[in-house]
């Protein structure tokens, strides 16, 4: 789980949320511990907006899922959100899957051509981002 001082547990909005990790920023999508399937969906929704404005290709990208509940509502949402933010991605990094959720990230990597690199550990994969450079990984 990735929590600062700024995050509201149960606030869709600030689930997502630019954080800086060696000073370089990540935009966080924070999905870790979430049971209420409706707030999954109020947190894609509020995600949506979060990159708008970002130059293409320059967003390193953190999603945290671990110990969180997704069905085919969810995945079809963050499919969406997937294929709405790649104009705008440098690097993705994935945080906590089940087995399930690799399933669904198969499949939503499938449908929306983007890639994903998967950790178990935060902090690798915020080493990780902030190490990428130049090739996007779309």
Not at 98 to 116: D, E, K, W, Y
Not at 120 to 128: E, S, T
Not at 129 to 137: D, H, K
């Amino acid at each position: 789980m990735v929590t600062d001082s700024t995050g509201g547990r149960d606030d869709p909005g600030a689930r997502t949320r630019f954080i800086e990790h060696r000073g370089r920023a990540i935009l966080l999508y924070d999905f870790a511990g979430v049971a209420d399937v409706d707030l999954g969906l109020r947190i894609v929704e509020a995600a949506q907006p979060k990159i708008l404005g970002q130059p293409p290709k320059s967003v390193r990208t953190l999603v945290t899922v671990k110990d969180s509940k997704f069905n085919t509502r969810i995945a079809k949402a963050v499919q969406e959100l997937a294929r709405h933010n790649k104009p705008f991605v440098l690097a993705s990094a994935i945080v906590g899957l089940s087995g399930l959720q690799r399933v669904i990230l198969t499949a939503v990597m499938r449908a929306t051509g983007r890639t994903f690199a998967t950790f178990d550990d935060v902090g690798q994969a915020k080493d990780w981002l902030v190490s990428q450079e130049g090739a996007a990984t779309p």
